[in-house]
C-alpha cells in the first residue's frame, strides 16, 4: 500500500521492479489512468490473464471497488469529469475485450467488474453512448463464452444491461451520494485498503506452500501429483522461488521412491516451463549451488535431469557448456561417484569446446582440464 501511495517516487518505482509488483500497479492503478491503451498493454493483460496470481486477483477488486466508488458519486461530478471517466471506461473495456483467455481462478472476480461496470454505464445516456454499451455487452459476451456460463447466473445488473439494449434507454437506479470530490475518490480507496485485513490473509508464497504441500500428499497417497494449479505458477513467481520449489518436489520424489527417469520431465512440461528459457539458463546454476549444500543428491540428479533433456541444437551453446562445467565440479567437490555419465558428460564438454572454442570458456577450460587429467577420467 505505501508503494501504491508513493508510486511517483523513483525509490518506489525501483522496489515495485525489484519485488515483481509492476503487475499489480498496472491492475490496481494503471488501467484507470491510461489515457489510451497500447499493444504492450493488451499483450500484458492478456499475459497476466491467462495465470492465476492471488495478488493481481486482488488488484483486480481494487478495480471492481474503484468502479463501484465512482459509481456511488457520479451524479456529484461535473459534465467534464463525467466524459472522462467515460472515456476510461472505454479505454479499460479495450483490454477486456481483448482477453482470449483467462483463467478460471478470475472468474468471478471479473464478472464483478463486468457487473460493476454494467451498473457505471447506465449513469450514461444510452443513445449518446451506444458504442459503450455495445462494446460492454460483447465483452460481457466474450467472457462468458470463455468460462462456458449459463446466462441464467448473470448478475441483475448485467442483466438490465442487456435489458437497457434491447429497449435502447438507460436504466439507472437510486443510490445514495457520498459527495465525495472526483478528484479525492482514487485516493479514498487506497485509503481503504490500508484497513483492509484480508489483503495480509494470504500470500503468494502461502499459495505456493499450499501447492508444494497438496504435491507431496499424492506422492505419499500413490495419486498422480502433476495436477492442473501447476502450470499457474511459472507467471507468478521468480525463476530462483520455482526452481527451490521444483527441487523440493524432487527431493520428496526421491524420499518417497517415487523418482525415474520421466519424472522431472512431466513436472516441467505440467509447468510448461523449460530449463533452456533464458530466464533459467544462469539461475538454474546459482539455484543448484545453493540447494546442493543442503542436499547434493537432488541438486546433481535435478541438473543431470536439465542437461538430458536439453534438446540436440542447444548442446553446443555456452550457457549448455556452463550446464556441464557445474554439474563436473559439483561431483568432484562433493566426492560423488564419477560414473558412466560423468564421464559422458566431461568428453562431450571438452569436444564442444576444442570445437567452438568459445573465448569466455578458454581460461576456465584449462583449469577444468588440469584438474582432471590425471584421473583417468579421459
Partial sequence: IFLLKSYETESSKKLIEEYGGEDILFLFRGMTLMDKVEELDIKRFNKIMRKWSFLKGKALNGLDDYVDILDDNIDNMTRIEKEILGEQLAQILILFASCQQAHKNYQSIIFNILSSMAKFAQNFEFSKNIKLYTQLAETINSFIKIYNMDKSDLSSDIKTLFTSIQKKKSIKKEKKIDNMNFLDIFESMLGDYDQDEDMFDF????????????????????????????INLPESYYSD??????????????????????????????????????????????????????????????LYDAITLAPNKDRETLWYLKWLESYLYLIDDYNQPKDKAFKGILNHFIRVQEKKRFKTLNVRFEKLIERFKDKGLF
Fill in 203 to 230: 500470500n503468494d508464497e502461502d499459495y505456493l506452500l499450499e501447492i508444494k504441500e497438496e504435491f507431496i500428499e499424492r506422492l505419499a497417497n500413490n495419486q498422480d501429483p502433476f495436477h492442473n494449479e501447476l
Fill in 241 to 302: 522461488t520455482l526452481l527451490e520449489f521444483i527441487l523440493d518436489l524432487l527431493a520428496k520424489a526421491i524420499e518417497f521412491k517415487k523418482y525415474d527417469n520421466s519424472f522431472t520431465a512431466k513436472l516441467l512440461g505440467v509447468m510448461n516451463i523449460s530449463m533452456g528459457d533464458r530466464e533459467y539458463r544462469e539461475q538454474l546454476i546459482i539455484s543448484i549451488k545453493e540447494y546442493a549444500k543442503k542436499d547434493i543428491k537432488t541438486a546433481i540428479m535435478f
